[in-house]
């Protein structure tokens, strides 16, 4: 049968943890799914942990880019592979922790029309699976427009996407400028197709590295944020606010990374982000 959801999982050298991010998959209540799993040019032992579960389970889809080609690219083309009308996202690191996360977006978008974006709220952890902090995200689709040039008011692996309105919105963007933020790129596109919420159950659990982003990627991540939503200014309110609080961000992101900061801090400063 076709699959209602399609799920998303890009993985590049996870052995260490994807695993856990298939069986939260697995522990999923809703189970009218097709867990697409693309390996970008991994030369770890990804392939064979993939392959037992794949095995015994006819709704693992494994591929395997022949060289890396990154990230943008790697999701189009899991999207162009989808059967699903809705798309979920997880990453090789992250895990679902609520086994209703699918039921209760599924729901959300049965009871709420018009809307093409639905993502929930998320934990962060770090590589021991220690709880450091919280992602609470705005809920409701005034709340999310208000503040959407200032800050990514949704958790990639949370979300769940109507694929028609993706279709119309077009894919990921796959050009340089947009890397390290071409969720958020895409979801001022969607929003232009219609409504989007956040779901308030901490659904995900969001794994923290300390190298995931170096100094430097993070001043050109805020970067590339700050002309994303110079580009989508006149679709969305509070936009002097929004570009305003952009500039800072990346001023700030500049300034730090001439300063070795300790995670720890790092932490501080994201709990202070998101509060605003």
Not at 14 to 43: M, P, R
Not at 132 to 139: A, D, G, H, R, Y
Request: hydrophobic share 40%; aromatic share 10%.
């Amino acid at each position: 049968m076709k699959p209602l959801i399609s799920i998303i999982l890009p993985t590049y050298n996870g052995e260490k943890y994807i695993a856990a991010a298939i069986e939260s998959v697995f522990g999923q209540t809703y189970i009218s799914w097709e867990l697409l799993i693309i390996s970008d040019g991994s030369i770890d032992n990804t392939r064979s942990i993939v392959e037992k579960y794949a095995k015994n389970e006819n709704r693992i889809i494994f591929i395997e880019n022949e060289k890396n080609i990154g990230i943008q690219k790697t999701l189009n083309k899991g999207l162009s592979l989808a059967k699903g009308d809705y798309i979920a996202r997880l990453d090789d690191d992250d895990r679902w922790i609520d086994i209703d996360k699918l039921s209760l977006q599924v729901i959300y978008f049965l009871e709420h029309e018009g809307y093409v974006l639905v993502g929930t709220n998320a934990l962060v952890v770090n590589t021991e699976g220690k709880e450091v902090s919280k992602n609470t995200m705005p809920q409701t689709d005034r709340d999310i427009r208000s503040r959407l040039l200032s800050k990514n008011c949704f958790l990639h692996p949370t979300v769940m996407i109507n694929k028609a309105a993706l279709e119309r919105a077009g894919l990921y963007s796959e050009k340089k400028e947009f890397l390290h933020a071409e969720d958020y790129e895409l979801w001022l596109r969607l929003g232009k197709q219609g409504k989007m919420g956040n779901i308030i159950q901490y659904t995900t659990a969001l794994t923290a590295h300390s190298d995931s982003l170096t100094s430097s990627n993070r001043s050109s991540q805020a970067r590339n944020f700050l002309k994303i939503a110079w580009r989508y200014r006149q679709y969305y309110p509070n936009s002097f606010i929004g570009i305003a609080i952009s500039v800072l961000r990346y001023v700030g992101f500049v300034a730090i990374s001439f300063v070795p900061i300790p995670q720890s801090m790092v932490y501080k400063i994201q709990r202070i982000y998101r509060s605003i």
